[in-house]
């Protein structure tokens, strides 16, 4: 942010209220899972991601989740099945991408919309190990 020609850093005192919001947080999550040591290669090179339509399918899902709008409400079973096929995942894999959302999350935005967001990535990783990877995985625990 800049304010009078000075760089500002954002302050961590606002919540996810808007789709410029979401958009951020999408956008801002996955930069850092492509650079990411562990998770860039899962998606550049195993999946072969196509970000030009991945990255809308996600604002619109987590738009619907968040902010009750209408969006996606796509199953994504059968393409992490697949990945998870010519990739094992292990929960070293979910470890760090919860890692990666929450501080995404924790960065920019505070409050109950981004408490659900941090909540609704544990269910959904859960529940993916569970009936996809076959593992049970749990949100690593948070330092006090």
Do not use: K
């Not at 040591?37 to 030009?52: I, K, N, R, S, T």
């Not at 099945?81 to 929450?102: K, N, V, Y």
């Amino acid at each position: 942010m800049r304010v009078h020609g000075a760089v500002v850093a954002p302050t961590v005192e606002d919540d996810i209220s808007s789709r410029a919001d979401v958009h951020d947080l999408v956008v801002d999550f996955y930069r850092e899972i492509i650079f990411d040591e562990l998770l860039g290669p899962v998606f550049e090179e195993v999946a072969e991601v196509d970000w030009a339509v991945h990255i809308p399918n996600l604002i619109d899902y987590w738009c619907r989740i968040l902010l009750g709008l209408p969006g996606s409400a796509q199953r994504v079973t059968a393409v992490h099945r697949h990945l998870h096929g010519q990739h094992p995942l292990s929960a070293q894999h979910c470890d760090r991408w919860f890692e990666l959302w929450t501080a995404t999350i924790d960065a920019r935005w505070s409050g109950p919309i981004a408490q659900r967001a941090r909540h609704h990535a544990a269910v959904i990783m859960a529940g993916m190990a569970r009936h996809i990877f076959d593992f049970e995985w749990a949100p690593p625990e948070v330092a006090a």
